[in-house]
């Protein structure tokens, strides 16, 4: 919004750097701070996501297929076609009431394979999915360090703590 309001009164335009990566992590900012010498471990209350299962490997993915077209894609990679038939989860405004039904259905089938091997299965079937990271592991995530989205800081309490740059 700086960028147009500048073009706006100057004429100049500017360059703007960004991802949906760096707005993901900036919504969680208050949440990432990382004193490095502090040795608690944090745990997250939630896991975040429309969908969230836990792999064959133990680890989470995030699969955000809303829309009935992701959904039905969704259901057939997954081998649970027959599920469209039930009005209720052909319906996206009525599939939160079935949730409770279907969960342990999708969590045993996502126990058959790997996180990386859905990855690579939702890539081919144009589903959004990701790993979902532990708190800690955004800290350190290549994408994150790389787009230097972290900054590490002398706090006089903390010490050396990490923790959001500003975006």
């Known amino acids: 919004m700086l960028a147009l309001w500048m073009r706006e009164r100057t004429g100049q335009g500017q360059k703007v750097n960004t991802s949906l990566l760096q707005a993901a992590v900036a919504m969680q900012s208050v949440n990432l701070v990382l004193a490095e010498d502090d040795p ?8 975040p996501g ?7 490997d133990g680890v989470y993915i995030n699969v955000a297929a809303i829309w009935d077209p992701h959904f039905a894609r969704l259901l057939k990679l997954l081998d649970l076609e027959h599920l469209l038939d039930d009005p209720r989860i052909a319906d996206p405004f009525l599939r939160d009431e079935f949730r409770d039904e279907v969960t342990p259905i999708f969590e045993e089938v996502f126990k058959t394979k790997t996180s990386a ?6 890539h081919k079937a ?11 592991q955004v800290f350190f995530e290549p994408q994150i360090v790389e787009n230097n989205m972290m900054v590490s800081i002398a706090h006089p309490k903390a010490g050396r703590t990490r923790m959001f740059e500003t975006p």
């Open 40 to 47: 608690t471990v944090h745990q997250s209350t939630a896991i």
């Open 50 to 56: 429309y969908l969230h299962y836990r792999c064959g």
């Open 117 to 122: 091997q859905w990855l690579e299965l939702f």
């Open 126 to 136: 144009d589903i959004a999915g990701g790993p979902v990271l532990e708190r800690s």
